[in-house]
């Protein structure tokens, strides 16, 4: 069964320019779930999609955004970059957004802005 | 609010000693925790849950909610055990799978 899968993996984009990550879960799991991990603040919680809604959200600015299509993938985007959003994006998934159901993580998106 | 903390940043022991990686929470409730763990140039991928009780790759973790720590232990490290350990706290279960982590630890093994 194949993991997380999450394009692309490097991105380098400049300040003001907006940016799509995509995340496709592993077959059949629906919840997914995105962080930011950087070595200062270590891995934050960003938002959690299921069955295309957004179930709950971290303590981002609205430039964070994302949604979920009817087959369970995911995108996250950034708008208006800025130097601090520099990080590794993760997406998880499980097959739903019980808190026992233990997250599946992908390799993640290493976003660098200039 | 709830919180999970890793006080050591990095860990470094001998081959064949005990480890004992640290974790403190803050929660109110009855919490469910987990180990997870990133090898290098591997994802996050999880290790344990203290629901399960568990004992992977040697590794164990008990629930102690005196002392509100979940600590993860091994009586005798392998060099294959290098790596960085995140300890993990889901939110309320009415907010989904939100997990709010620690800062992590990295666990050095040497010969």
């Known amino acids: 069964k194949a993991g997380v899968t999450q394009t692309p993996r490097y991105l380098i984009k400049t300040r003001g320019q907006q940016v799509t990550l995509s995340c496709s879960p592993i077959s059949g799991h629906r919840s997914v779930s995105w962080y930011q991990q950087t070595p200062g603040q270590g891995l934050q919680f960003l938002f959690e999609y299921f069955s295309e809604t957004q179930r709950n959200k971290g303590n981002f600015p609205g430039r964070f955004s994302g949604r979920q299509f009817s087959n369970s993938r995911s995108e996250m985007n950034v708008s208006t970059l800025e130097l601090g959003d520099s990080a590794l994006y993760l997406c998880?998934?499980?097959?739903?957004?019980?808190?026992?159901?233990?997250?599946?993580f992908g390799d993640g998106t290493r976003l660098s802005i200039l | 609010a709830q919180r999970v903390t890793q006080p050591e940043k990095l860990l470094s022991v001998f081959k064949g000693a005990p480890v004992e990686l640290k974790c403190n929470y803050s929660?109110?409730?009855?919490?469910?925790l987990f180990w997870y763990v990133q090898y290098s140039r591997q994802r996050l991928q999880l290790l344990l849950r203290?629901?399960s009780r568990e004992s992977i790759k040697g590794f164990t973790a008990d629930l102690n909610k005196g002392e509100t720590s979940f600590h993860l232990k091994k009586p005798f490290a392998q060099e294959e055990d290098s790596a960085m350990y995140y300890c993990?706290?889901?939110?309320?279960?009415?907010?989904?799978?939100?997990?709010?982590f620690g800062q992590g630890t990295e666990l050095s093994v040497k010969p």
């Open positions: 929660y109110s409730g009855s919490p469910e």
């Open positions: 203290h629901i």
């Open positions: 998880a998934s499980s097959w739903s957004p019980g808190s026992h159901q233990p997250q599946h």
């Open positions: 993990a706290l889901p939110t309320l279960y009415n907010q989904g799978g939100k997990l709010i």
